[in-house]
């Protein structure tokens, strides 16, 4: 039998903590913290608000999973279901789904989108 390989050494090496004579409190006291926020490299930040689900991009997915679906139900024992799939339910009948909801969350004024999301 051998042993196994020694684990890798570490990405980044351990930070060191600073000595007491390295360390200076007045230099605390007078730091000033500031930062930039930089929107370089985002395209678009609501992307998710255009997504399509697969269903909705691809016939082929659409009709195997409601055959995938029906194959389900028959065999779902109704004595067993949670809040949840109720829930789940009821959002599926209404055609809510969760880019719909990111959708309606965003639309209107501040105050209206908290009232939206309030009442969910």
Request: proline share 8%; no cysteine; aromatic share 2%.
């Amino acid at each position: 039998m051998t042993a196994p390989p020694p684990p890798p050494p570490p990405l980044h090496p351990a930070p060191i903590a600073p000595t007491e004579n390295e360390h200076d409190e007045q230099d605390e006291n007078s730091a000033e913290a500031s930062a930039e926020l930089s929107s370089e490299g985002v395209m678009n930040h609501r992307s998710e608000e255009e997504r399509l689900t697969e269903t909705q991009k691809n016939d082929r997915v659409k009709k195997q999973l409601q055959a995938l679906s029906s194959e389900l139900a028959q065999a779902r024992d109704e004595t067993k279901k949670t809040q949840n799939d109720v829930l789940h339910a009821e959002n599926v009948k209404a055609g809510r789904d969760k880019y719909k909801t990111l959708r309606q969350i965003r639309q209107g004024n501040t105050k209206q989108r908290i009232d939206e999301f309030e009442s969910m």
